[in-house]
């Protein structure tokens, strides 16, 4: 699997949009509102969101720091077979998720009534930061700087977490769509 930085900074900005035009709009009791008891509310999606980034975010800063500018920014990467595996299978197909997957507890989202508006600015400031990271990657060395992932035997080089964490993303946007689409101003 090859990897495009631009296409990936587009299929990000898709996300933004869809923050501004989709999630931001919602009152605060929809986006509390979980469809059912086995089920996340859009505000707990996006916490699981900032708490992945919470911890990809140092990792990623270490293998961004000190990595040399590029002579020619660098448009395209190829990835290894085994991490183009991991990565296909979080990311959503088309509209769809295949199917439900479990987090590991650590990523499970907790949270209260006033941390709303918290959790939602957080995640508006990393869409930030991810998206400098995207650019960053296309002008820095970073290409075999090592970014451990979340199971500690398995380890990313940087534009594989990066195409890991977008199609993450892209999975849990699918998620806040069918949790919205069944809200009753929605439904």
Known sequence: MKVNFLQLLQESNQIDECLEKEVMLLSDEDLRLRPDDKSWSVIEVIDHLNLTFDLYKPR?????????????????????????LMIQSVAPK????????????FFNPEVSDAEVEKVLAQYKKYRVIFNQYLKDARTRDVDLRVVP??????????????KFLLSHEQRHIVQLREIIAVLPEHA
């Open 60 to 84: 990623l800063d270490q293998a961004f720091s000190g990595a040399e500018e590029r002579i020619e920014v660098r448009e395209e990467v190829s990835l290894r077979a085994t991490r183009s």
């Open 94 to 105: 088309g509209n769809k998720r295949p199917f439900k997957m479990k987090t590991f507890d």
């Open 149 to 162: 992932s979340a199971i500690k035997q398995i380890s990313f080089r940087v534009p594989e977490a990066l």
